[in-house]
């Protein structure tokens, strides 16, 4: 009888020395039908995939905002795959199928324990609240264990849920085709037609494809063949119907993702590691973004698109992924919850939108902790990235809908409850050091709340 292998069997590995262009398997940063696979697993055996950071090692260490600054937006979520799923009997996953993956464990690369928390610039990319903060901003966050601490967020610590910000399936061409022609819809036309677009201010609508910056595998750059798939490739920014950037916290240890399959072999492919992250994270930028690892099992349910998704669009491939939480997480037991409404900065109404009153629960929660001697900066970032709870906890009322922000006060080494005692009134001494900043040298407006000091 053979003995059997113990540990996960290492299918992607990735050298931080190294570029993301010169790994032993070539990494790709976009979705498309026609990217070959790199490796082959067999369902039900435990493999490793190793991955880099989203920007492919461009943000450091360094005490400084500049590579946020000047990061290049085109060319982020290096990803580890695509990975081509057979079956025992060495027949691959098929299109239509589900195929499950489990999350058996994860962690960042032994010697790598530390993570960054960032916001864009305004002029590049920005976040939810970039008109509030136009300014590139990095925290730096070091690992001790399941902890987390920040020398630029002094005064916090906290367990991670750590989780891969990324996991999705290839999508068939004539997905990729939907893709492409609804977002290049919003792009074009949505300034116009979207009023959401007068209360967001991140752009752009939409990330189209691009061949600057373009990776796509074993395609060889410059080729006949690479310029017209970068000329198709789907950019990895958004999740959609194949999961891909959904950005799940709870998706840690003991976790699966049901996803659905668009081409042979499902192709699938994982990044942008986080160690921890709050709920929408908001900053962009916003979790702690780290290199790591995954450790995977995989399965496939033959026909399972037909028997459990249901296609919320006009045809058979508009499904959704579905996702099962695992039983480790961090436990807190008491909680601060701001609450927001849909009404929007300038006092204007708006009927039932979820994401004007998140991103008043937002800034009424960095309004108010930022009275207990942090900068408004600091906020942002850790509630980007610290394990807050973001709920829709009313939607049917008009014509608000209500957003709720959860935060545990156990993070914080003070007690930031209301108390009777006010807080201490007078210019207060700004925990330093701050976040790590950058000039924003653009003209765009920036939002002010219009009765604050009233």
């Known amino acids: 009888m053979a003995q059997r292998q113990n540990g996960a069997r290492l299918v992607f590995p990735v050298d931080l020395k190294k570029k993301p262009c010169e790994q032993k398997l070539p990494l ?8 070959p696979p790199v490796a082959d697993v067999v369902a039900g055996e435990l493999f490793r995939v190793e991955m880099m950071d989203f920007s492919g090692g461009r943000i450091t260490q360094e ?22 799923v057979v079956d025992e009997d060495g027949v691959p996953a098929k299109a239509g ?60 610590r906290f367990p991670g849920l750590t989780h891969p ?23 074009e ?24 910056g373009c990776m796509l595998g074993k395609i060889k750059e410059g080729t006949p063949e690479w310029e017209k798939m970068a000329a198709e490739a789907a950019r990895t920014i958004p999740g959609r119907e194949n999961g891909g950037n959904c950005d799940i916290k709870n998706l840690s240890r003991g976790a699966k993702v049901y996803l659905p399959v668009f081409v042979e072999g499902a192709n699938l492919s994982t990044g942008d590691m986080h160690f921890s992250q709050g709920d929408g994270e908001v900053s962009f930028c916003g979790a702690i973004e780290m290199s790591g690892f995954l450790e995977l099992k995989c399965d496939i349910i033959r026909g399972g698109m037909k028997e459990y998704l249901t296609p919320m669009g006009p045809t058979p491939l508009h499904v959704n992924p579905i996702f099962e939480i695992g039983p480790v997480e961090p436990r807190f037991s008491e909680w601060l919850v701001f609450e927001g409404i849909s009404v929007d900065e300038s006092g204007k109404q708006h009927y039932l939108d979820a994401t004007v009153a998140y991103k008043r629960a937002v800034l009424n929660a960095i309004d108010y902790i930022s009275k207990f001697g ?15 709870e973001g709920r829709i906890s009313g939607i049917v009322d008009s014509p608000n809908a209500v957003a709720t922000l959860a935060i545990p006060i156990a993070i914080f080494d003070q007690d930031i409850r209301p108390k009777p005692s006010k807080v201490p009134m007078g210019p207060r001494i700004v ?6 900043k950058c000039s924003y040298d653009g003209n765009l407006p920036i939002t002010k709340n219009l009765s604050a000091g009233k």
């Open 28 to 35: 790709h940063n976009r979705w498309h039908p026609d990217i």
């Open 374 to 388: 942090y900068s408004k900066e600091q906020v942002y970032l850790l509630l980007s990235c610290c394990p807050c």
């Open 431 to 436: 925990r330093t050091p701050d976040v790590l």
């Open 189 to 212: 036309n949505g300034h116009k037609t979207l009023p959401l677009c007068k209360v967001l201010h991140s752009r752009p609508l939409a990330n189209l494809p691009s061949s600057t």
């Open 97 to 156: 199928d589900l195929l499950v993956v489990e999350i058996c464990n994860l962690g960042p690369l032994p010697g790598d324990e530390w993570g960054y928390t960032a916001t864009f610039d305004r002029e590049n990319g920005g976040g939810f609240l970039t008109d509030h903060f136009p300014c590139a901003t990095k925290a730096i966050w070091y690992f001790e264990g399941i902890f987390a601490y920040s020398p630029h967020i002094p005064g916090v």
């Open 63 to 84: 005490f400084s905002a500049e590579d946020i600054k000047y990061a290049d937006p085109t060319n982020v979520h290096h990803l580890s795959g695509p990975i081509r």
């Open 165 to 187: 910000g990324i996991v999705g399936t290839a999508p068939s061409m004539e997905l990729l085709e939907i893709w492409n022609e609804r977002e290049r819809d919003v792009e």
